[in-house]
């Protein structure tokens, strides 16, 4: 089956609102003085994908079996039945293929020993505010042969490998430093660097402007606005909800085994659920956040960092039509319209509208394998099953890799451990679902409050913390950095954090979050500019910097960027 095609206004200084939504920290009345302009970061670049081409990569139709025909091996069949290597059966994957293609049949689809195909039928919704899915675009993943995507396992198995290492450790672990080396010497690696290195503080980091600064775990999955012993943590109202989380216990990683791991794909209940821990930490480690991730409410991070950015009288931006000298402020304040329950509701709103549009990426397009998949081939390639190998075609920078070397010697296969018992969820893994309803939710926060506001200078200032070794308590970060983070990073870090916690888990790549928040940044921005002309208010604005970098500003008139160009989405 072929996939569905897919071609390659002058603003015033900030100034604090005049009513606080939430009554329990009322904004100061008194003007606040203009965002200071960020500390520029270190130097540093996220090498870019070579894939220029969107759509399909063609693995579907490229990796034949002995016999010829398609194998299917470089995509997505969790669920459905498989042979004693891994290797889909080909009247199942048919069977699913059939259904994408018809956009019907899906009760039709063969399954395997009963988990549920995650909501395929998702992606074919459409939504009167948001894009049609069938018009948006992603490149091209990575293919399966490739030096990239090799190089984005190779990271996967570090991250498996050093779950457990307290992210404020990084700096002084060894073994931090020898994924790092490792990860500098790939082809095609797309992680940051700085100085054409990865080092301890770049590794497992995000790409956008504010990634690097400060400590790896953004304020906004660590602040508590609240700190009265009693009633500590993010504001809600009269509630208070701490950002402590149950999270799971130390050196429980899963699908290690072979056995496991086949009966995992073929869609069977794993043999044990997660091993929680019984106190509630702060999250410190890859595992507490991938943890973090693996249960979520689809916008629960963003929700957060908008209620933390309220409460701490984070500025608005300039072009909101309530703030002077606009003649809107001169009587009246923002409530409905430019308040707060406008963008208490505008975060959330986006982010059905992202899934719907990267559900359709997942199924009717990529069928991407997951990371664990890839690790079935290179078990299967190295060890075999029953003494028979197979010759799949994965690129040789990760078949040499000290990672897998590591994996080996410590688990005992070459399978990618998996923080989930689970492992994946049964959907394809491009684009990301988190991802993209991040990079949704994120523009958003990003157009509506003044990014370059410094968070140690905002009406309640947020002096930068992070969690003990044991994730117990919250101490102040000492960083040379620590004044200069701003509104905008932060944001930029909390997408890349939830999203790559995904990778820390072990279900999605690196090339899952870079291209996913994109697709969430084209969601959001197609509606903002199509609510540009649902308001009555005159001279309205909002501005914010894409994730590549580049400024637009939205208006009634459209989405324009910094020289006046007009930005189509």
Known sequence: MAKKNQDPEETATPQPLDEHPRPRRARSEAPQPAAAAPVPEADHQCTPTKIKKTGSNGDEDRFKGADGKPSYIGNFSKGLP?????????????????????????????????????????????????????????????????????????????????????????????DVAAAAAELSTLKDYTGPKIGGKVTPKTIFRGCEQGDLAGPLVSQFLLYETSTDPAHRGIGYGAQAISQKMQTVLPGKDYLTSFDEWLKIQNGGTPATGDAFDATPRYIRNMRDIGQWVHVDALYQAYLNACLILLDSGAPFDPGNPYLPPHPDAKTQIGFGTFGGPHILSLVTEVATRALKAVWYQKWFVHRRLRPEEYG?????????????????????????????????????????????????????SYGAGHATVAGACVTILKAWFAENARLADLPLPLKPKVPNDDGTALVDYIGADAGSLTVGGELNKVAANIAIARNMAGVHWRSDYQQSILLGEQVALFILRKQRRDYNEKGWSFTLRRFDGTIVTVTRKGIFTAGGDEVEI
């Open 376 to 428: 079935g081939l290179i078990q299967v390639k190295l060890e075999g099953v029953g003494g028979t190998k197979k010759d799949y075609p994965i690129d040789q920078q990760i078949l040499k890799s000290e990672a897998l070397k590591r994996t080996r010697a410590k688990f005992g296969s070459y399978l990618l451990p998996m923080a989930f018992p689970e492992g994946s969820p049964t959907h394809p």
């Open 82 to 174: 498989h042979d004693g290597f891994g290797e889909v059966n080909r009247a199942a994957y048919k069977s699913l293929l059939h259904a994408l293609d018809a956009e019907t049949d899906f009760d039709d689809i063969v399954l395997g020993a009963g988990r549920k195909l995650t909501n395929p039928q998702a992606g074919l919704a459409t939504d009167q505010e948001g894009p049609d899915p069938k018009d948006l675009k992603m490149l091209a993943a990575p293919s399966l042969d490739s030096a990239e995507e090799a190089a984005e396992g190779v990271e996967l198995y570090w991250m498996a490998l050093l779950r457990d290492v307290p992210f404020t450790q990084f700096d002084a672990n060894p």
